[in-house]
């Protein structure tokens, strides 16, 4: 059984799907693992390491995806790579696939199994397998890291000789994993923190934080989380109410950092043009989800923009690539984790349970199909027969 992990393709990924510890877990399964060349540099990782864990370097991705069952990737294989995928593997990573059905598509035509890793369920047993947790965690802290950075004053008060610096105030919007950790760092860095959230379980978590929050506290409000946790897309009309009662609130933080996604639907937009000019000059918007649309009205892609006010937006794009030490050792145990479930300990080979809870919620393709519910074809009703001289209401 070989895994193989190419290096990422994607953009300016950085992160790499397997460390040296992740490679000798997998080799104590039974399986040869092959690295390509370089996959791990960008994350401090070096060929040598993964040789000395007893993996086996690659000089192309070519040479590493040769004959293997398992190819572990951090991001869904770009179209370059598709066509080289050793057919009836399993592909797993991050697939990303609402938008891209044109990419998944591809994928069951190139019949392998791919497997998303962010569509694994939020239940006990599938807590160490969840990357969206791993990956926001260390996004919320950087977050709040890039937006100190760029404000380029100091967060917590401090009481000097030559005068009293006021502490910094910082707004979360959104409480998820990110933006629960966003507020833990804010908070340990002495900053005055507050948030807000459509879901009204974050109510008592925020608070447990030290932090204050924020939100139009309604009907609409007591009822907007889904089962699995994550919030709904709330009304235009709550909306609007939540906009109001953040406009004035927004007007007098020094940081502003969003957080909120819903999955499989463009960023909800939270901050307009009108809150970010009301913004002292010097502030900062940091934008989680500028891969998504964007929660901030003004927010670029990939850059820090600076709007006519002073305003500093920051979009940067894989933030928890930018912590690719950290994220890599993170993700590959997340990775471990699932492959784990996947593999006969006794024979030490791959054997699927296609009925396990965690393989139908992850899987995307099969055996050349689409099969995950959420992006498998709709099977044609035909119309029932109309009696002769029958007339149908159109």
Not at 47 to 50: I, Q
Not at 244 to 259: G, N, P, R, W, Y
Not at 328 to 337: D, E, R, T
């Given at each position: 059984m070989r895994i193989a992990v190419p290096a990422e393709t994607q953009g300016a990924e950085t992160r790499v799907a397997a460390t040296p510890e992740t490679v000798r877990k997998f080799i104590g399964l039974g399986a040869e693992v092959a690295v390509e060349k370089g996959a791990g540099l960008a994350a401090g990782i070096n060929?040598?390491?993964?040789v000395a864990a007893g993996a086996t370097v690659t000089k192309t991705a070519k040479e590493a995806l040769k004959g293997a069952a398992?190819?572990?990737k951090v991001r869904r294989p770009a179209e370059s790579e598709i066509a080289g995928l050793p057919a009836g593997a399993l592909v797993i990573g991050i697939m990303d696939p609402y938008g891209n059905e044109a990419a998944l598509e591809a994928l069951s035509k190139a019949n392998v199994a791919a497997f998303a890793m962010e569509f694994m369920p939020r239940i006990t047993r599938a807590q160490v397998m969840d990357v969206l947790s791993s990956q926001a965690n260390l996004a919320g802290y950087r977050a709040v890291v890039d937006g100190a950075a760029e404000y380029g004053r100091a967060l917590p008060m401090m009481m000097t000789a030559a005068g009293t610096v006021p502490a910094a105030r910082i707004f979360i919007m959104g409480v998820g994993v990110a933006g629960l950790q966003a507020i833990a760092t804010a908070r340990r860095m002495g900053a005055i923190v507050t948030a807000t959230d459509v879901r009204p379980a974050t109510k008592e978590q925020v608070e447990s934080l030290g932090a204050k929050f924020l939100a139009v506290e309604d009907d609409e409000f007591k009822q907007a989380q889904t089962a699995g946790g994550y919030a709904k897309e709330m009304s235009k009309e709550y909306q609007a109410k939540q906009a109001?009662?953040?406009?004035?609130?927004?007007?007098?933080?020094?940081?502003?950092?969003?957080?909120a996604l819903i999955p499989g639907r463009p960023a909800p937009k939270l901050i307009s043009a009108a809150m970010v000019e009301s913004m002292k000059p010097g502030s900062v918007i940091v934008d989680l989800a500028v891969e998504r649309g964007g929660n901030c009205e003004l927010a670029k892609p990939g850059e820090v923009a600076v709007t006519p006010n002073g305003v500093k937006i920051v979009g940067h794009l894989n933030?928890?690539?930018r912590l690719a030490a950290t994220s890599?050792?993170?993700?590959?145990?997340?990775?471990?984790?699932?492959v784990e479930t996947l593999i006969d300990k006794t024979s030490k080979s791959l054997a699927v349970n296609?009925?396990?809870?965690?393989v139908?919620?992850?899987?995307?393709?099969?055996?050349?199909?689409?099969?995950?519910?959420?992006?498998?074809?709709k099977p044609v009703v035909a119309p029932a027969p109309v009696a002769e001289g029958s007339v149908q209401n159109g």
């Open positions: 060929d040598a390491d993964y398992i190819v572990l109001e009662l953040t406009a004035s609130h927004i007007a007098k933080q020094d940081i502003v950092i969003t957080t933030v928890p690539g890599s050792a993170l993700y590959a145990k997340n990775l471990f984790a699932f296609w009925d396990d809870e965690l139908k919620a992850t899987a995307l393709t099969r055996d050349g199909a689409v099969i995950h519910p959420n992006f498998a074809a």
